[in-house]
């Protein structure tokens, strides 16, 4: 398990992050990669969408153009603080909670879209969080979860699994079948240097 795959350290981690996220975030996860991403999903305006590790608001910004409102969860405060400064903490468009992704505070069958980027390599736990998506799902509602995609240099290989979730399409395949997804498809996306960074999983609850 990886420093930053612990809760703890993770919001120790984006308390000082969180500062210049905004700064940083767009030479990683781009808004061209964030329009590739959501051009993946099926979206109707009154659907109903969790951001799950919505971070300073990034995607959530992306999912509105599709939406007309989204219910946001993150675990740290400090990324949250810097959403409520562009959202608002308490009227909608985005209902903010402060939560973990492995128990989500959300009935059984909620959910039409559950949306996930940048989140999923800090989950000590990422099958029991996958779980709950299923579960916050209706049946038949759409996930996409962008996650870091596993390097090719050994070297690298060693580095990254120090510090946090580094996953294959293989690695992928088993943690979504574990969790109770079925058909389940990968795509790869990054920024120009480095078009492969991330990988991003699609596919739909069980009806």
């Known amino acids: 398990m990886g420093v930053l795959e612990n809760k703890a350290r993770a919001r120790l981690f984006y308390k000082y992050l969180s500062r210049v ?46 939406v007309d409102e989204v219910y946001a969860l993150d675990q740290s405060e400090h990324q949250l603080d810097q959403a409520y400064e562009k959202f608002g903490k308490r009227a909608p468009p985005v209902h903010f909670h402060r939560g973990d992704a492995e128990r989500l505070p959300f009935a059984t069958d909620t959910f039409d879209v559950v949306w996930s980027s ?15 998506i299923r579960r916050v799902l209706k049946p038949g509602g759409q996930f996409l979860v962008v996650g870091p995609n596993y390097p090719d240099n050994p070297i690298t290989q060693r580095l990254a699994d120090a510090i946090m979730l580094f996953y294959d ?21 990054g920024p120009s240097y480095n078009p492969d960074v991330a990988i991003t999983t699609i596919g739909r609850a069980p009806e």
Not at 121 to 126: F, L, S
Not at 169 to 188: I, L, P, Q
């Open 118 to 132: 940048g989140s999923i390599e800090y989950w000590p736990n990422p099958i029991l969080a996958l779980r709950e």
């Open 169 to 189: 399409e293989y690695e992928a395949d088993r943690m979504f079948k574990a969790a109770g997804f079925e058909d389940v498809k990968h795509a790869f996306m």
């Open 21 to 66: 996220y905004d700064w940083v975030n767009p030479f990683i996860w781009t808004e061209d990669m964030r329009t590739e991403a959501l051009s993946l999903l099926d979206f109707e305006e009154d659907m109903t969408v969790l951001d799950l590790g919505c971070g300073t608001g990034f995607a959530t910004e992306g999912l509105l153009e599709h």
